[in-house]
């Protein structure tokens, strides 16, 4: 495992997706942090980064939301509301998991036993005044799934 850590100003958050962006050898990224510490507001400069026209929204309802790339897909989870596997599995999770496209879980702990080994973490902590701790939790035995 290797870990890159950065701290921002969320002036600089669409800099900092960027750099995120270049360091990701796996399609599958697990968002950590507390309620409110910026993980939808992050993924949704990933997606500016990744050349998507959609803005993301927290899928706390929904469970999931798709958003569109020039040749890809992501899917966008929040597990928040998960009380069991069995909801998961209702909601076809194992159809996302088995796809080759983007995945992007939040409270992805909720169905860890179903999480695929091919991960990479980003943990965000809010440090007050529009300030932001990321951690990226690399894989390094992942090998690029292709051309990101």
């Given at each position: ?95 996302y ?21 091919n ?30």
């Open positions: 495992m290797k870990t890159l850590e950065f701290t921002y100003h969320l002036n600089d958050i669409d800099t900092i997706a960027s750099a995120v962006l270049e360091h990701l050898h796996s399609k599958i990224i697990i968002f950590n942090g507390e309620m409110g510490a910026g993980k939808t507001t992050f993924i949704n400069s990933l997606l500016l980064a990744m050349g998507s026209n959609d803005g993301a929204t927290s899928p706390t309802f929904s469970i999931v939301n798709e958003y569109n790339l020039l040749d890809d897909k992501i899917y966008h989870f929040d597990f928040y509301r998960i009380e069991s596997i069995e909801e998961a599995y209702n909601f076809g999770i194992e159809d998991l088995s796809t080759n496209h983007w995945l992007f879980m939040e409270w992805a702990e909720r169905i860890e036993e179903l999480i695929p080994k991960t990479q973490t980003i943990t965000i902590t809010d440090l007050q005044d529009n300030k932001r701790s990321l951690e990226l939790t690399l894989n390094t035995k992942i090998q690029p799934t292709k051309q990101l």
